[in-house]
């Protein structure tokens, strides 16, 4: 159980440090790809919990995050990148090293906020995977707001919604498997509504930028 | 008291004698990578050799910072890398400084080595000394965040302690802390010994150096000193990461058979980290200096999560 909580911890780390990569960065393809790896070790924790814990339900919530999340939206995602032409870089309103500080605080405050939830005799996974979600979760809203075009600000939304994926399955070993279900299914819908929209937004203003949807007041 | 003595002159010696190696290995790696032969593992030492019996041309307007700066450099490196551990777990200057002594005294030598990048009043040095400056300026702090984020976990800045408390146990490098720690220092390495994504050694453009655009005017022996410097500079560095977080094959003392495993052992992560560098080096290409300081960011980043993971995870 020492070895399984230290694998579970290591991975909660790196998906930690790949969302800090991901306010880093500056080409759409470089984060779909790293949201995929997030994902894919995401579903690894959720694998590992499966194993040590000896809860087979949760490898059908890890096989569900492994099939849509790590390989369905984000292929969706990458062939609407090429078919749109998208060849600008990520241009964040306040500027990467400033917003990488800023992810460093939040993850600090998630830290914090996990911090209440800690129970030393309680038994599961603690709150060092808690942290992380509360983590990922507001660095995925910071991503949200931080970014002007409607593609990106979407991924950051999948980004978050690995965060409360990763909560639910440190707090209290996933969520019902119908809730798995719907949500994931509702992921996978808002990346085609997506995909429509955007290409919409594109052919019928010019860009992404969705501070230009403001242009039809007035 | 002998004993300390003999043990200083053993790491000054495996210093001044390995550092020009780890570059020419590193230059050779890079080659054989790129399908070239390269110049040769030893090519180094007989640049230094060459340089130290060639004349000097100084400019007129140099002042003593000029003469002064590669000797200041030269030795405080090597004093730096005095208190290190090398091979055995003991550095031999340990009692008189740790970390932060290493920390200083490298920053002494790059504090010297701007000011004669500006004294000699050509414009590349001072392009160079405000490169370098504003780069170390984003990468000091990463490097002591990550620093200390080891000496929380050992109870002390000692780099003896360091190496010490991290020996024995194989599992502590999986702890998120010292990951993050190790990933911080990993890109201050980058940074601070002038490698592929931050700054190309190898580069003859005057536009993109920076730490060659300091050292641009000199010539002869004390390009020689400075030159040798910095491939100290980089070993030291590079000894540090490993023996902080890695510690295997870190000996109880110098004497003895156990020395020879010792040198066998850096030998080996040495090479290891050559590897790494050199396929950093070869799979990316250099930043444009104004996304240096991201990339500093993410390491500063990361160096705070690490010190804050001690307390918290």
């Not at chain 1, 590992?48 to 939206?73: E, S």
């Not at chain 2, 740790?98 to 790059?110: D, K």
């Not at chain 2, 993050?180 to 005057?206: Q, S, W």
Request: net charge neutral; aromatic share 10%; glycine share 8%.
């Amino acid at each position: 159980m020492q070895f399984g909580e230290r694998i579970v911890t290591l991975m909660a780390a790196l998906v930690l440090v790949l969302q800090i990569a991901v306010v880093a960065q500056r080409w759409i393809v470089t984060h779909i790809r790293i949201f995929a790896i997030q994902s894919f070790f995401l579903a690894m924790i959720a694998a590992t919990i499966a194993w040590f814990n000896h809860a087979p339900h949760i490898y059908a919530a890890a096989g569900l995050t492994l099939v849509v999340k790590v390989i369905l939206v984000p292929i969706f995602l990458e062939r609407l990148v090429v078919r749109m032409d998208i060849r600008e870089e990520i241009k964040p309103i306040v500027n990467v090293p400033l917003s990488v500080v800023i992810s460093g605080g939040l993850t600090l405050l998630g830290y914090l906020v996990a911090e209440s939830f800690h129970k030393p005799d309680e038994p599961g996974l603690g709150h060092n995977e808690l942290a992380v979600a509360i983590s990922l979760f507001l660095i995925g809203f910071f991503t949200m707001i931080n970014r002007r075009k409607a593609l990106t600000q979407v991924l950051a939304l999948l980004s978050l919604e690995n965060g409360l994926f990763l909560a639910a399955i440190s707090l209290t070993y996933g969520m019902p498997l119908i809730v798995e279900l719907g949500i994931l299914f509702d992921v996978l819908v808002a990346a085609m509504v997506l995909g429509i929209l955007v290409y919409r937004i594109r052919e019928t203003f010019e860009s992404m930028d969705v501070s230009r949807l403001r242009r039809l007041r007035g | 008291m002998t004993e300390r003595f003999i043990e200083c002159g053993a790491q000054l010696f495996l210093l001044l004698a390995l550092a020009p190696l780890v570059t020419g290995a590193i230059r050779t790696l890079k080659a054989r990578l790129q399908t070239r032969r390269g110049p040769g593992i030893i090519q180094p030492y007989k640049d230094i050799f060459k340089l130290f019996r060639k004349g000097m041309v100084i400019p007129e307007t140099a002042s003593w910072i000029f003469a002064a700066t590669p000797w200041v450099v030269f030795f405080s490196t090597i004093l730096a890398g005095l208190m290190i551990p090398m091979v055995a777990a003991d550095a031999p200057l340990g009692l008189f400084g740790g970390a932060l002594a290493v920390i200083y005294l490298l920053g002494l030598g790059r504090f010297f080595l701007a000011l004669s990048g500006l004294d000699t009043g050509g414009s590349f040095g001072g392009l160079g000394s405000s490169r370098e400056m504003t780069i170390s300026a984003l990468a000091e702090p990463a490097m002591m965040l990550a620093i200390f984020t080891v000496a929380i976990g050992a109870g002390s800045t000692g780099l003896t302690e360091i190496a010490g408390a991290a020996i024995g146990q194989t599992w502590r490098f999986l702890a998120p802390a010292q990951m993050f720690a190790f990933a911080a220092l990993a890109l201050v390495l980058i940074a601070e010994t002038g490698r592929i994504p931050v700054d190309n050694p190898a580069t003859h453009l005057e536009l993109t150096m920076i730490h060659e655009a300091m050292i641009l005017e000199y010539s002869g022996p004390y390009l020689a000193l400075v030159e040798w410097a910095a491939s100290i500079k980089q070993l030291v560095l590079m000894t540090l990461l490993i023996n902080c977080f890695w510690p295997v094959g870190l000996q109880p003392t110098w004497f003895g058979f156990g020395a020879l495993i010792g040198i066998g052992w850096l030998l080996a992560k040495l090479l290891l980290l050559s590897c790494a560098i050199v396929l950093l080096e070869t799979v990316n290409a250099k930043m444009r200096l104004f996304r240096v300081p991201e990339l500093l960011a993410v390491a500063f980043t990361l160096g705070s999560l690490a010190l804050v993971s001690t307390f918290l995870f």
